[in-house]
């Protein structure tokens, strides 16, 4: 078995921690020789992680060295980081990254970080314990230390002997990318009760962490895993193999609803890519709503999208299902360029586009669009590990394709080596110096974390790479336009959640300046798993989420939110426009959410535009009538197609109002656009959610009503 040398949680265990007659250092391991206080001599420092075997949580140096060890972590950054020095007698002292201060113990035997010096005082003794582990006497006062369970895990110098795990810690060389402290790398060597427990400990905090601060990312190196992966808020599961069959996890990669009570309307923000599942029992779940994308995986066994309650639209790409896909409640699905045994379930609006295996059927009933091949696409890049470093893939541009990328032979695309890359961290990278790798023709891969904006990040060289982990989010301050994208060839930006802030903004992301004009076929920008939210977390306002300008645009699954519920909503207070304003020619986009503007949600201006897969509600807060009209008609339409566009298409859309504030108010149509032939929409449906308000018409003035008592209306085909 390959194994990987990747970051903080890969073995390179006590061997030579173990020997008390090493003096040296390593070559191998790399383990520090005899360095006296002032620490190993020469310019690469060796530093460590410390998992207490009592929890398998991760050892800091708590707010940056000024408190107490604790064992309460779940990946590592500099306050996890210890340099050991080792010395001739067999003993060691540790010296935190965090302030550069040595271990030692405080007057309740706690172990701190605050020793200038390295005296008897701050040295161990190691024991080699039978499992790899070791424990850690103390010789300020000759007792052994403990990760205390019974204190929050602080270590403590208090124990007479070695009674168990709690008085068991691993050291682990730190070595790979710094990415930060929200990335956990795992390889399969690890013990698996290590990857559950940290994995566990993860969705213990984001389980029902809907609207909170943490950001995750688990990077699975090549191997198999025994594992229950569950997926909480605002964490990404990625393997970081060539093939999604490089990394197996043999048990669950799943999303469950139990924290809102089988309902999963509200599971949104998660995501899972880039590798194999063998479920338990022959079924993985996957119960979700919207931005919870499933890309690039291999299912061996079947797939269910629900989890028993409410559930509201998702995304599968570039996957392979070996049995059947269950949709249960889900009311809308959009499958892009996948292969599956079989496909179960029906609800409002089913999209299938390029997908090997797809049902038959005729819309409305079952409501089954099924486009046999996809036109033009570039997959998602993913990183990966690759001759024993760390890449970011690029996939090629595919054109009139049906099915994954992977599944007959290594995928076609350019490998980019990290090192061409900028890796920002939210807790030390501001807007400035994000701009000034854009600008030095860096790469950005964004790592897990809230990066708030106080100026535009531009990015103007051809073929950037803009990649998030782990649902990076970019908050805008004081007003600022977060992301600019120039009008040239190749540039991705995949990953993102853009989030309002307070002061409006007039856009978060524009593709392209006002006016733009060069072609892109050949070299589309393109867009994937590309998020944004205005309200929900706090107050936001923006007047326009997303404007993109340049022709040949690929828009590959986005979510374009403004928030319904929790914190900083309502009519007044997260205010907008539009969502997704077009003026680009020859724009494409597969699986188009957008919601709740007080607006026209989509506004399309270029010309020979196509969509596949649209998902809207109207705004549920509307007050009355009054208050939202267009020029004399009730509301504004949700997707309007400009008057003086000729060629236009879309297929398979749905859109829902649910006036809870006022349920007399009307919407007049759910999509305004020219009548002429060349402007077509196939397959829409509009739905009075609850019978909570009407939409009058599908298409213009085409079509029944939505509304009490007859709460669904459809139109095969317009014109």
């Not at 299938?352 to 570039?378: C, H, K």
């Not at 110096?433 to 897990?448: I, N, R, V």
């Amino acid at each position: 078995m390959t194994k990987f040398v990747l970051a903080t949680a890969l073995t390179v265990v006590l061997a030579a921690c173990q020997d008390p007659a090493r003096d040296q250092p390593d070559a191998t391991t790399g383990w520090p020789g005899d360095a006296g206080a002032d620490g190993p001599v020469g310019p690469e420092v060796a530093y460590y992680t410390v998992t207490a075997a009592a929890n398998y949580l991760l050892v800091a140096a708590n707010d940056g060295g000024a408190g107490a060890l604790v064992a309460d972590r779940v990946a590592a950054a500099e306050w996890e980081h210890f340099e050991v020095i080792e010395h001739s007698d067999g003993t060691i002292g540790l010296r935190a990254r965090a302030n550069q201060r040595f271990v030692t113990l405080d007057d309740a035997a706690r172990l701190v970080a605050t020793a200038t010096d390295l005296e008897d005082g701050e040295r161990f003794e190691r024991i080699a314990q039978a499992d790899g582990t070791v424990a850690l006497r103390a010789l300020g006062n000759s007792r052994f230390v403990s990760a205390d369970l019974n204190h929050g895990a602080a270590l403590i110098a208090d124990r007479p002997a070695v009674g168990g795990e709690w008085e068991m810690f691993r050291f682990d060389r730190v070595t790979g990318p710094a990415f930060g402290p929200n990335v956990l790398v795992f390889d399969p060597a690890l013990p698996p009760a290590l990857i559950q427990r940290r994995l566990d400990a993860v969705f213990a905090r984001q389980e029902a962490n809907h609207f909170g601060n943490e950001r995750y990312a688990v990077l699975l190196a090549p191997g198999t895993y025994y594992a229950d992966v569950n997926v909480g808020f605002y964490t990404e599961v990625l393997g970081l193999g060539t093939s999604p069959d490089d990394v197996t996890v043999r048990g669950a990669v799943r999303a469950e609803a139990d924290w809102f009570d089988g309902n999963a309307t509200q599971n949104f923000w998660r995501s899972v890519g880039n590798l194999a599942v063998e479920p338990t029992g022959g079924t993985n779940r996957w119960a979700v709503s919207q931005a919870a994308p499933f890309r690039r995986v291999h299912v061996r066994g079947n797939l269910i999208l629900d989890d028993g309650g409410w559930s509201s639209g998702g995304f599968i790409a570039d996957s392979l299902i070996d049995g059947q896909v269950d949709s249960g409640s889900q009311q809308q699905w959009l499958t892009r360029s996948a292969r599956w045994g079989g496909w179960r379930g029906a609800n409002w609006n089913m999209v299938f586009a390029g997908v090997v295996g797809a049902p038959a059927g005729e819309w409305p009933n079952p409501p089954y669009t099924v486009i046999d091949q996809v036109p033009v696409v570039r997959e998602k890049p993913f990183l990966r590990v690759a001759g024993g470093a760390y890449e970011v893939f690029v996939p090629a541009l595919r054109r009139d394709t049906r099915g994954a990328t992977w599944t007959d032979g290594p995928a076609a695309g350019t490998a980019i080596p990290l090192d061409r890359f900028y890796i920002a961290r939210a807790d030390i990278d501001t807007a400035a110096t994000l701009d000034a790798a854009l600008a030095d023709g860096k790469h950005l891969l964004f790592t897990p974390g809230i990066y708030r904006l106080d100026r535009t990040l531009h990015v103007t060289a051809p073929g950037t790479i803009v990649l998030g982990l782990g649902l990076a989010t970019l908050i805008t301050d004081g007003g600022v336009v977060a992301m600019e994208v120039a009008d040239v060839d190749g540039v991705v930006v995949a990953g993102l959640l853009f989030d309002a802030g307070a002061t409006s903004s007039p856009v978060l992301l524009r593709v392209g300046p006002t006016g733009s004009s060069a072609s892109h076929a050949a070299d589309p920008i393109s867009l994937h798993d590309v998020f944004f939210r205005v309200g929900g977390a706090a107050v936001g306002r923006a007047d326009v989420s997303l404007e993109i300008n340049s022709d040949d645009v690929i828009a590959d699954h986005l979510w374009v939110w403004r928030a319904d519920h929790t914190h900083g909503v309502g009519w007044t207070v997260n205010t907008t426009r539009n969502g997704v304003i077009v003026n680009g020619d020859d724009v494409t986009m597969y699986g188009l959410f957008v919601e709740h503007y007080h607006q026209t949600q989509t506004l399309w201006n270029g010309e020979r535009g196509r969509v596949y897969f649209y998902q809207s509600e109207i705004p549920y807060d509307v007050p009355n009538q009054a208050a939202w009209m267009e020029g004399g008609r009730n509301g504004f339409a949700s997707y309007r197609v400009a008057d003086g566009v000729t060629e236009h298409q879309a297929w398979g859309l749905g859109i829902y109002c649910f006036f809870n504030d006022n349920p007399a108010v009307k919407l007049e149509s759910a999509i305004a656009a020219p009548n002429r032939p060349g402007v077509r929409f196939q397959h829409v449906v509009t739905v009075s959610l609850g019978g909570r308000g009407e939409i009058t018409h599908p298409v213009n003035d085409t079509g029944a009503a939505a509304r009490p008592g007859a709460t669904e209306a459809r139109v095969i085909q317009y014109p």
